[in-house]
């Protein structure tokens, strides 16, 4: 029989006949699972549904699987997550003459597109991507943006930027659009995309060119803020271009979609397709320009003495300057009135950027990838100085050799970080990257780390998504939420106890708690929260699943076998999901249905704990037990406020009796009683008599699923002797009922407390439920002395405070790419791309 112990509530005995024909084997599981059938711990399992189900407490199954979700696999993407043998994938090449208009800030262009139809299907049209016709005010990023909030007050800065937007000449000029031969072809433009009618089918296996003549205005990224632009020094009267999205591209054509058919709002990236670039970049002479891709016509653009550095620092392990500071600002009063043409090339990159200015600052050193030396490269200003020579190059080779263990082997020849006015954005080979020291060249150590921490979140965005190219217009979190959790590794790897914002669980939990949220997998642009969902979501995801849900060993074989399956290529989410199943022999559709398809919270709290003990039947050690029970029973209030009453028996002795004799023992044991119980023992085994004098405690633990999405149980178990140990639940406890489980530990040591998720690893939003015996966790609150003039601002702010209530700041959406640094940097920039409300 199990006895329940007295410190706990709720007194329950179970009583369990033992019958001496079964095994002792046996006969021990069927008593554990009679004790748990009886305590209400053991339920049927429900089938499998999504559909609301009235005849079970959940709701719906949290363990679905969600094949039906996902694309049917077939010849081009498998069920095991890998390309299939008929994969195929369009091709796009560029030749490019670009010259950079440095006094009116201009770009003219010239685009060579020779197109590759690899897809089987025949094309009587190509869609061109013209990215800068998002600044044009008949855009639909302008005409859908929300208002800005102009109640209480608005910063000067934005409203220059909302000036300045209605009045910016931005968008294509296009002035000509022909095939290879002159030939004009007939092309439609609809916002940011333009369709080219071909004179007739393109073939499968075919490929066709197509010229585009154009020019567009450069737009002040530091008044209306984008993902390229220029800044203007006025002291020096100098300026920094970052010149991206400079040339129309040929949208994705996909097997899983056809055309990509999203216009640019600004916020939903690109998608795009591989090719080989050659582009002639013309600026001033007196300018040094940093682009995707190898140059190709070093002697004719630089002076000797940089060629000598650079093939020094190709060899050297700490960065060598190739343009010093002092050179650098004597060529800032430059102007020698003629032009550079500046030519490079690149080999399978899905895009090409690049920068220019008479103020860089250029230093480099060589990075060790499978035995070839990449060069890892910096352009700044003086006003990025002293931090940027000390850490920006530094953190492109840390961030090359940390993602080449975890993903794959960095396959470009050089990797490239440029100050200016764009606080972090990636293209191949080179990403623009914001946060400089004070005039007076000091920092705090927030914005050090924001420097470090953009650095390698915008170079990390080289593997996520130029090399394993998924579809960031659809799915930002492929991209931003695989780089955020690889950036997450590299931090920790810079330094102990480095202060990263996104990785940790526990960093996680105000965001999951809140409101205004849709899951993860929700398209890029209809995201609220946007940091949140697809930066830090994501990324937590995968830290917990690589420290929780798989462990290390398991993980960085699947996640690398997915780099390693998709480089190059076009992955979609399934696909992603796929491999890592198909990997780490794992079936994970319950982790990501709860992680990307729902907004649930992770909280589990200790409901009750109960403690069971086996009660052997011996009539003595029953007698013992209620007398000592007795004798710890204190009297309740009705019994000690009646003891001074004087009782009936005592003035009328003869109502006494035998009962009331004070030799009698009610404890007493009767010697039929022992002998019975010696029946019962004769006819035990050796082995049945020993399992009934164990002292086991039958600990069960009642454990409630709050928040919803189902997790590990994890507890630390603290025994009376001091000692303690990690109990490490699957997930899968959950899946015949998904709100309320019951966990039996059997130990001989006496359990003194329970403690859930002690080292924060599910990102448990609630601690105060995650104690047993119940733990109080303080909060605290700030006192403030009560001025008149904090009131009245107070009560002036009352109303934008309520908008801001559900999180609003983040669905304001901060810039995706100033998301990667501390909270104080990532105020510099506004909204996406940090364009101004």
């Known amino acids: 029989m199990l006895e329940k112990h007295q410190p706990f509530a709720d007194y329950q005995r179970v009583n369990i006949i033992v019958r001496p024909t079964i095994t002792s084997s046996v006969r021990l599981l069927l008593l554990l699972s009679m004790f748990l059938a009886a305590t209400g711990t053991v339920a049927t399992r429900a089938n499998a549904q999504e559909l609301p189900n009235a005849k079970h407490s959940d709701s719906k199954d949290k363990f679905f699987q969600i094949d039906s979700w996902l694309p049917t696999p077939g010849q081009t993407r498998t069920a095991s997550g890998a390309p299939g043998p008929a994969y195929w994938q369009q091709r796009a090449d560029y030749d490019m ?13 010239k685009v060579r597109i020779t197109y590759h139809n690899l897809s089987p299907h025949p094309l009587s049209y190509l869609w061109i991507q013209l990215d800068q016709n998002r600044f044009r005010p008949d855009s639909d990023q302008v005409l859908t943006e929300d208002a800005p909030d102009l109640r209480s007050r608005i910063s000067f800065t934005d409203m220059k930027s909302i000036l300045t937007r209605m009045v910016f000449n931005g968008g294509y000029t296009l002035k000509s659009v022909t095939d290879e031969k002159g030939g004009k072809l007939s092309y439609t433009v609809n916002k940011t995309m333009m369709r080219i009618d071909l004179p007739e089918p393109l073939a499968a296996e075919q490929t066709t060119t197509i010229v585009i003549d154009y020019s567009y205005n450069i737009v002040d990224a530091k008044v209306i803020r984008a993902r ?44 795009l397709e591989l090719g080989d670039y050659r582009v002639r970049l013309t600026v001033p002479e007196d300018m040094v320009v940093a682009a995707t891709g190898t140059l190709q016509n ?22 060598v300057y190739v343009i010093t500071p002092e050179e650098a600002k004597e060529n800032e009063t430059r102007r020698g009135g003629g032009n550079k043409t500046w030519t490079f090339e690149a080999s399978d990159v899905r895009d090409f950027a690049f920068a220019a200015s008479r103020k860089f600052i250029w230093d480099a050193m060589g990075v060790d990838v499978d035995g070839r030396r990449v060069l890892a490269m910096s352009y700044f200003p003086r006003e990025a100085d002293p931090l940027w020579s000390q850490y920006s190059t530094e953190a492109i080779a840390h961030t090359l050799e940390v993602y080449g263990r975890y993903a794959l082997s960095y396959p470009y020849p050089v990797a490239i970080s440029v100050n200016g006015p764009v606080y972090g954005m990636e293209y191949p080979m080179i990403c623009f990257n914001g946060p400089r020291p004070e ?31 998924s579809d960031e217009r659809q799915w930002t979190w492929m991209d931003e939420g695989l780089n955020t959790f690889l950036q997450f590794l590299a931090e920790q790897e810079w330094e102990e106890d480095y202060p990263s914002r996104r990785g940790p669980p526990e960093k996680i939990v105000p965001y999951m708690v809140g409101g205004n949220q849709r899951p993860i997998m929700t398209g890029s642009e209809e995201i609220l929260q946007f940091g949140n969902n697809g930066y830090s979501k994501p990324a937590t995801a995968l830290n917990i699943l690589r420290e929780t849900i798989l462990g290390r060993e398991l993980f960085d074989f699947a996640f690398r076998e997915y780099a390693q399956r998709w480089k190059f290529k076009r992955p979609t989410p399934a696909d992603f999901f796929r491999t890592m199943e198909d990997a780490s022999g794992v079936d994970l559709d319950w982790f990501w249905r709860g992680w990307f398809y729902s907004t649930e919270h992770v ?68 010697e039929e009683d022992r002998k019975s119980f010696q029946k019962f023992l004769d006819g035990l085994s050796s082995d049945e008599r020993s399992l009934l004098r164990r002292t086991t405690n039958f600990y069960v633990v009642d454990f409630r699923n709050v928040g919803g999405l189902v997790m590990p149980v994890i507890v630390r178990i603290h025994y009376s002797d001091n000692t303690n140990e990690m109990l490490r639940i699957p997930a899968e406890i959950w899946r015949r009922n998904s709100q309320r489980v019951s966990k039996l530990i059997v130990s001989d040591k006496e359990i003194v407390s329970l403690e859930l998720d002690p080292k924060r690893e599910t990102a448990d939003s609630s ?34 405070t309520k908008d801001d209530s559900a999180g609003k700041e983040e669905a304001d959406d901060k810039d995706a790419k100033k998301e990667s640094a501390p909270p104080e940097q990532s105020g510099k920039t506004d909204d996406v791309e940090g364009e101004s409300r």
């Open 603 to 670: 909280d589990i709290g200790i409901e009750s704990v109960r403690l069971y003990q086996i009660d052997s039947g011996d009539p003595d050690e029953k007698a013992e037990r209620d007398r000592q029970e007795r004798d710890r029973k204190e009297p309740d209030v009705s019994e000690e406020r009646n003891k001074p009453i004087a009782k009936r028996i005592e003035w009328q002795p003869g109502l006494k009796d035998f009962y009331n004799n004070p030799e009698y023992d009610p404890y007493k044991v009767e």
């Open 767 to 800: 601690e105060s439920n995650n104690h047993w015996p119940p733990k109080l966790v303080p909060s605290r609150f700030k006192l403030f002395k009560d001025e008149k003039k904090k009131n009245e601002m107070q009560k002036a702010n009352v109303e934008q």
């Open 228 to 271: 390229g632009g220029y800044e203007f020094f006025e002291e020096d009267k100098n300026h920094i271009y970052e010149i991206a999205q400079f040339y129309p591209r040929v949208a994705a054509y996909t097997d899983y979609v056809g055309w990509q058919n999203k216009q640019f709002l600004g916020r939903g990236e690109f998608t």
């Open 97 to 109: 003459d670009i010259t950079l208009d440095d006094e009116n800030q201009r770009i003219e262009g």
């Open 298 to 319: 070093a002697e004719q653009v630089m002076s000797p003495v940089w060629s000598q550095r650079l093939a020094k620092a190709r060899t050297s392990d700490v960065p």
């Open 439 to 469: 005039t007076d060249g000091t920092y705090s150590k927030n914005t050090k780390y924001a420097l470090i921490s953009v650095i390698i979140h915008e170079v990390g965005h080289n593997f996520f998504p130029m090399i394993v190219n």
